[in-house]
């Protein structure tokens, strides 16, 4: 998996890519990545998922734990992008209601302000 | 008004029913004017071929009577092919009061071969009108009727053999020259009374089916090759061919001892006629008292099982008794006498009658065909196989060690009676069995139980599911991807499933449920490039929902949604107990289920009672067993803890036993431990049957009773059960007196709850008979008793009559059977005075 990030604003933006799971797990975590950007006090965090071909549960905690971070700082994580089995089990587990999602970045960027 | 009053003198020797008098005495009397002739011909027969020939000289009679019978046979079903019944019958009587004209005639010449030809006759005479006889028995009556008018009936044919055997002792000495002029003219009557018979057959109202069965007689080409298939594709037949030929050849080996034993006591023809004539008649008149006072009791106390055992034990001890007098000896012409005597009493009288009743069950065109060739060909078949059995013995007799002329012959006769005679115990406990099988068989399944035929038919959770997923469509999109996924979870997504739900394209957003689910020409399916494999799903959610993380992620939003109460956030609320089901029982927020089990909102309520139900929480199940009392949720609940299983049966027996409970609540609990269907759950019904009230009984039993239909392997208590049968019994019986009794009119209301507590008690009794016995075999019994034809009805209660024991038929035969109003009301009062129960349901006196 590679994860890139850029900035808009001061909203972070990681552009995910490849797998997220657990047998592929990099150096540095999503989460990881995610607290780095916290720490140095950003508190507006988009993952795009626009290229992620696969996310496992592993996948699903990493988003989870980045969002609780975010939360737990006051900030707030949002997604944009994801496929729709994930977004079926997303609702399926009522993540929808508390995870943010969106369809196109641009809605999302705004949903922050 | 004559018709009563001969029933009345009828029922003295008879049980007899209002419209049978007629046939009943039509029947006796035609068996009885072809029996007498017969009679005197036997005596003419036998005294003519003794002086004339020699006992010496019989098995050739033996033989020649047997070879001739095939032909025979096969004349005789060609006439059956070509001839109603009714034209064969009086065709065959007139014939043979020409032949005994002609014989008349022959008597006077002094020729030789005439006592040859006159003993062949004599047997054919016999074997045909006989078993013309007993066709139309068996066409005229069912099992039940023949079981009970064939003691009367049979006693017509002794009552003929008596006056037969006396007019040939009487007449022989003084005016042997008018036994056979008188034989012709009982003959002649005979044609008349048989005429009456199928008078009163065209009267009757199922004339249809004597037309059919006349059709089907007509239309059967029986051959003797076919007669002789028939028999032999079919145990059954072939077990009551065996029987007969043991029969015959026993009877046989003591004819031909006893027809020594006498030649060598008594000289000269005109007293071996006279003798022969007394004989005959003394013997008969034996028959005749047995058949009238002791048959159908016999039957009836003893069943065809035992009845069959009764004749070859006799037979077996008698015989032991000459073979001993004869190695004392001696020349024993008392016991052959006896002996002699006790078989031709008991073969016309108990066995012939218990052979009949052993066609009743087979089906016409069986029976007509095997009929021609056991009661025809192999009757005489058998006596001339008895008879090389004899002339072989005769044979190698002198060369036996210790042999003394006549007594040795005796001796080893006696020996090989007594091995035969083991052979046709055997055969007959064999066919006892047979018949109640093949009783059985007689009767169809009417219709299944209707809630076993929904179990079957129907997946009655599946069909609830799909329900709940479309209309979650419109409420929520969370709610209705759960139930979509709940599908998936228990693999019932089927393609129908699909193509029901779908959402049309322009109805869907790219982020939706629905876009995974988008109807294509080809009906529901994944998008190829974002395929949905059903198990990596079930996988991703369980994993996710088993994170710690997720569970910290929706502490919060659930406590949030579960303190908001409002109308907007019942669908909230609805998700997440929704989605409590999916967790792990022992996930954190599983414990959150207990407050949306109470919460105000039936919808939530039902969701909750749902995921309780996938979790198995027994924390949960006292609130479950409360929502039984609620009627919006009392079947969801059931059907909550139906899936428990058997990890709640001893928590669901605790209801059912606690008698301060709701009544409601504990017959709910015994339709719990009926789905549950263990060994146990049917033990902790068993145990309440004694102790429950009439309110809880009728649940009880019903619970039993489908546990027995799902596991036929569950065992009950033998003595309960049969405990309870008799207080249902008096139950029923309680409410038809209480329905008959005339003391006080009941209302039209009162009427109808009465007539269907006897239902309801007549149903539960079959339940509990099947709880003991087969219960395939009960519950037909007990549909063709309701709603069978009025022969399946017969069958039905000749079944129980051979399954029940003798304890349980005496209580259970006063409620089942067939009687008049007045002596089944008589019956029912007399059972509750026995059993010791004058309460009434609500337990007065």
Redesign the interface.
């Known amino acids: 998996m590679r994860i890139v990030a850029r900035h808009k604003n001061d909203i972070v933006i990681f552009d995910l890519e490849g797998e997220i799971k657990r047998s592929d797990i990099t150096d540095v975590t999503l989460h990881q990545l995610v607290k780095e950007q916290l720490d140095g006090g950003k508190r507006k965090i988009l993952l795009n998922f626009d290229a992620v071909e696969f996310i496992d549960s592993f996948g699903v905690g990493e988003i989870l734990a980045s969002y609780i971070s975010t939360h737990n700082l006051g900030g707030k994580l949002k997604l944009v992008k994801i496929s729709k089995k994930l977004f079926l089990i997303f609702q399926v587990t009522m993540l929808t209601k508390v995870l943010d999602i969106y369809e196109e970045e641009e809605t999302a960027l705004k949903s922050f302000f | 008004m004559a018709k009563n009053r001969l029933r009345s003198a009828l029922s003295r020797f008879v049980d007899i029913k209002p419209g049978e008098e007629v046939i009943a005495v039509f029947l006796f009397l035609y068996f009885f004017f072809i029996t007498s002739p017969y009679y005197i011909i036997k005596s003419l027969r036998n005294a003519s071929y003794l002086s004339g020939l020699g006992d010496e000289n019989l098995p050739l009679a033996y033989f020649l009577t047997a070879i001739l019978m095939g032909f025979i046979v096969n004349f005789h079903s060609r006439l059956q092919v070509r001839l109603p019944r009714s034209r064969l019958i009086i065709f065959s009587l007139v014939f043979f009061f020409s032949n005994i004209v002609v014989f008349w005639w022959l008597s006077g010449q002094g020729w030789k071969w005439v006592p040859v030809v006159f003993w062949v006759w004599a047997n054919i005479f016999a074997i045909v009108l006989v078993t013309q006889f007993w066709f139309l028995v068996n066409d005229v009556f069912n099992p039940r009727e023949a079981k009970r008018m064939i003691g009367f009936i049979g006693s017509g044919a002794q009552l003929g053999a008596i006056l037969g055997g006396v007019l040939a002792g009487v007449l022989a000495r003084k005016a042997a020259w008018l036994l056979l002029p008188l034989a012709a003219g009982m003959l002649g009557l005979g044609i008349l009374v048989v005429s009456g018979v199928f008078r009163w057959q065209r009267q009757q109202t199922d004339k249809i089916d004597s037309e059919a069965r006349d059709k089907a007689a007509k239309s059967t080409k029986v051959g003797f090759r076919d007669a002789f298939d028939t028999t032999r594709q079919s145990p059954y037949l072939m077990l009551l061919a065996g029987i007969m030929m043991v029969t015959l050849v026993v009877s046989t080996l003591i004819d031909w001892q006893f027809n020594s034993i006498v030649s060598f006591k008594v000289e000269g023809k005109n007293n071996l006629t006279s003798f022969f004539g007394y004989f005959n008649a003394g013997a008969m008149f034996f028959a005749f008292l047995f058949q009238l006072l002791l048959t159908s009791p016999i039957i009836k106390a003893f069943r065809i099982r035992g009845a069959l055992l009764l004749y070859p034990l006799i037979l077996f001890l008698g015989t032991g008794g000459i073979g001993l007098a004869a190695l004392a000896g001696l020349i024993p012409l008392v016991p052959a006498i006896l002996i002699k005597a006790s078989d031709k009493s008991l073969a016309y009288s108990l066995n012939q009658s218990v052979r009949e009743l052993l066609y009743i069950p087979i089906s016409p065109e069986q029976k007509y065909k095997t009929k021609i060739f056991i009661d025809m060909f192999l009757n005489r078949f058998a006596k001339g196989l008895g008879a090389v059995i004899l002339a072989v013995l005769l044979w190698l007799v002198p060369r036996a060690p210790g042999a003394q002329g006549g007594q040795g012959a005796i001796r080893y006769i006696s020996l090989i009676v007594l091995a035969i005679i083991a052979v046709w115990v055997f055969l007959n406990f064999r066919i006892g069995r047979e018949y109640a099988n093949l009783v059985k068989s007689k009767l169809e399944k009417q219709y299944e139980r209707g809630d076993l035929l929904v179990a079957q038919r129907l997946d009655v959770d599946y069909t609830k599911l799909v329900f709940d997923t479309v209309e979650s469509k419109n409420r929520s ?2 709610l209705y ?2 139930n979509l ?1 709940d599908l998936i979870r228990q693999d019932k997504l089927t393609p129908e499933v699909r193509k029901l739900i779908s959402y049309r394209a322009d109805e869907i957003r ?4 629905g ?2 689910f988008e109807q294509t020409e080809t009906g529901l399916g994944p ?1 190829t490039e ?1 395929e ?1 494999s059903e198990d990596v ?1 079930k ?3 369980q ?3 088993s ?1 710690d ?2 569970q ?3 502490k919060d ?1 659930l406590e949030k ?1 579960l303190a908001d109460k409002s109308a907007g956030a019942e669908v ?1 609320r609805m ?2 107990a929704k ?1 409590i089901g ?1 967790m792990d029982s022992r996930a954190p927020l599983v414990g959150k289920l207990e407050d949306l089990l109470e919460d105000g909102s039936p919808d939530v309520n039902r969701y909750a009672i749902q995921s309780a139900a996938a979790l198995k929480r027994r924390v949960d199940v006292p609130v479950l067993v409360q929502k039984l009392k609620s009627p919006a949720l009392r079947e969801d609940a059931l059907d909550a803890l139906r899936k428990f299983g058997p990890r709640i049966a001893g928590t669901m027996a605790d209801y059912l036993a606690d008698r301060g409970e709701d009544n409601e609540l504990r017959k709910t609990a015994a339709a719990i431990l009926a789905s549950i269907g263990t060994q146990e759950a049917a033990d902790y019904l068993s145990w309440e049957l004694t102790g429950a009230g009439v309110a809880l009984l009728d649940e009880i039993i019903d619970a039993l009773d489908r546990i027995r239909t799902a596991d036929p392997r569950i065992r009950f208590p033998g003595e309960t059960i049969r405990l309870t049968i008799s207080k249902v019994t008096s139950l029923y019986c309680r409410d038809l007196v209480d329905l008959h009794s005339g003391a006080e009119p009941l209302g039209e209301d009162a009427s109808r709850r009465r007539e269907k507590q006897l239902s309801d008690s007549l149903w539960n009794i079959f339940k509990l008979l099947g709880l003991i016995y087969p219960q395939e075999d009960m519950i037909k019994a007990y549909q063709n008793l309701k709603v069978g034809t009025k022969d399946s009805m017969a069958y039905s209660l000749e079944l129980l009559d051979n399954i029940l024991e003798r304890d349980i038929r005496e209580v259970v035969f006063p409620v089942v059977e067939d009687l008049p109003l007045e002596e089944k009301v008589k019956k029912c009062r007399s059972l509750l005075a026995s059993l010791g129960e004058g309460k009434d349901r609500n337990g007065r006196d």
């Open positions: 999109s969370v991807a759960m996924f790219a982020a939706s449920l876009g995974m998008k974002d949905l799903l996988k991703d959610v994993e996710i929902m994170l993380v997720y910290d992620v929706m939003y949604t909230a998700e997440a989605a999916f």
